[in-house]
């Protein structure tokens, strides 16, 4: 649905006191391809290249060198065709104080030159689907943070795309309005939406995303499945998935029993139990736990290891990993 080919962006800059004057690269030779039906996650520092990212998917900048295309369609070649497809909502957005909701709403169904006859019915359908019912007739002056994003995601999805582009959308938003907007956001996505994010909020991203990558500096430096990336991350180098397996009593050999599974690598004994790295799938791990119990093992726990989002982006900006 969206995709980043050899996609960068350069920008002049003139000196200063604090720098020389010379090239910022904000992107520097981007691939991704997002399919459809992904909440794709883009995390980074600031500076790191994500809102310049989200411009060039939706046809506000243009990249210095490489291509866009969302639905197939080249953004910089096709705009007006490629908008069709984009609903696009920036971190810091404009809104009009002085018009009611529905009037805010009908103004962007003609500039987006909706069909006067579908204005009514889409207006209905997206102040529904946002939860802003009661606020139809509200002045925007008067909505709280959250109601604005809520008019702001119904602003974008107002002419039917089916890719959503959401800059930091739980910006500023108080714990209950950041509950409300994620589970809009899961709604929207179970209603067809593909959908890319970005958010500082990185146990919000890792709560609704099937995707993400990690920009730093301009690259890319990991990309995939959530649950790939952080299980990865855990234990760079040492394939598999990472276990702890806790016994309710000492005295079993654990690790040697461990040792000498096929299926078994990296074993380490503690006090409670022992950490191993599994290689092979579901069936065979319960396979290997009704083994252990009928060794005589008493096992009372076996948790996956893996990491947050927040812990593999602090190893990421501190150089731990790479």
């Known amino acids: 649905m969206i995709r980043l080919e050899n996609l960068s962006k350069e920008y002049d800059v003139a000196g200063d006191r604090a720098r020389p004057a010379g090239v910022v690269v904000a992107a520097d030779h981007l691939n991704l391809h997002i399919a459809a039906g992904e909440i794709f996650g883009l995390i980074g520092p600031n500076g790191a290249g994500k809102t310049t990212t989200l411009k060039m998917v939706s046809g506000l900048l243009v990249p210095t060198t490489g291509r866009v295309t969302v639905h197939g369609i080249d953004v910089e070649q096709q705009p007006e065709e490629a908008q069709r497809y984009i609903g696009y909502l920036a971190d810091f957005f404009s809104l009009y104080d002085e018009l009611k909701v529905w009037e805010y709403l009908d103004y962007f169904a003609h500039a987006y030159k909706m069909a006067l006859g579908d204005i009514p019915g889409r207006m209905d359908y997206v102040i529904g689907v946002t939860g802003l019912e009661v606020k139809r007739d509200s002045f925007i002056g008067g909505l709280s943070r959250g109601m604005k994003q809520r008019l702001g995601i119904a602003r974008a999805i107002l002419h039917d795309p089916p890719v959503l582009v959401l800059d930091e959308p739980a910006s500023g938003l108080d714990p209950k309005a950041r509950v409300q907007l994620k589970d809009l956001i899961r709604e929207l996505n179970r209603r067809g939406k593909t959908v890319f994010v970005t958010s500082h909020v990185l146990s919000d991203l890792e709560e609704i995303c ?20 952080l299980r990865e991350a ?37 006090d409670g139990g022992a950490h191993f790295a599994f290689l092979a799938d579901d069936p065979q791990l319960a396979e290997l736990m009704r083994a252990l119990v009928n060794a005589g093992a008493p096992v009372c726990g076996l948790e996956e290891i893996t990491q947050t989002l927040e812990q593999l982006f602090s190893k990421l900006s501190s150089g731990e990993v790479m």
Do not use: C, M, Y
Request: avoid cysteine; glycine fraction near 10%.
């Open 234 to 270: 855990s234990f760079a180098g040492a394939p598999g998935r990472h276990f702890r397996l806790r016994l309710a009593t000492p005295g079993f050999a654990l690790a040697e029993w461990l040792t000498q599974r096929e299926e078994v690598r990296n074993v380490t004994q503690d």
């Open 210 to 229: 099937s995707s993400v990558g990690i920009l730093e500096k301009g690259k890319l430096v990991r990309v995939g499945k959530l649950d790939d990336v």
